[in-house]
C-alpha cells in the first residue's frame, strides 16, 4: 500500500472519531491539521482541540491512536496537540458546517465571523 492510501485511510477512520460534546466528527470539525506517515509506517497526526483547557482531551486523543492503531500497515500512532493556529469554526469543512447547521439550526461559520468582525470593529 503506497503512503498516500494509508494517509488516505486514516483520514476516513478519523471521519468516525467523534468530539463528544459536538456530535461532528473530529476532521470535518477541523481539529486535524495534519496526517503523514514515516519511517516504519509509523502515522503522525498533528491535531488540535476546540480548546486549550479541553476536558475531554484525553479521550479523544485515545479515540484517535486506538482508532488509527487498528488499521492493517499501522506500526504505531503518535498524535500532537498543537494550538498554534487556534482553532475557530472557519476551519470546519463544508460537510462539518452542513452537519452543524442540520443539529444546531444555524451556520455557525457565518456567526463566528459575524461576531469576530463586530468585535474587531468595536475594539478599533
Known sequence: MSREELIARVVEVLKKVY??????????????????????????????????ACPIAFFVVQQVVNSVKGLSGV??????????PPWNPSMMS???RERFKQLFGYD??????RTAGAKNFNAG
Not at 470535518?28 to 509506517?41: P, Q
Request: hydrophobic fraction near 40%; charged fraction near 25%; proline fraction near 6%.
Open 19 to 52: 468530539d463528544p460534546e459536538i456530535p461532528i466528527n473530529i476532521y470535518d470539525l477541523g481539529l486535524v491539521y495534519g496526517v503523514d506517515v514515516g519511517e516504519g509506517d509509523v502515522v503522525s497526526i498533528n491535531m488540535t482541540l476546540t480548546s486549550p
Open 108 to 113: 455557525i461559520v457565518e456567526e463566528y465571523l
Open 75 to 84: 506500526s504505531d500512532v503518535k498524535v500532537n496537540i498543537v494550538f498554534d
Open 94 to 96: 463544508k460537510e462539518g
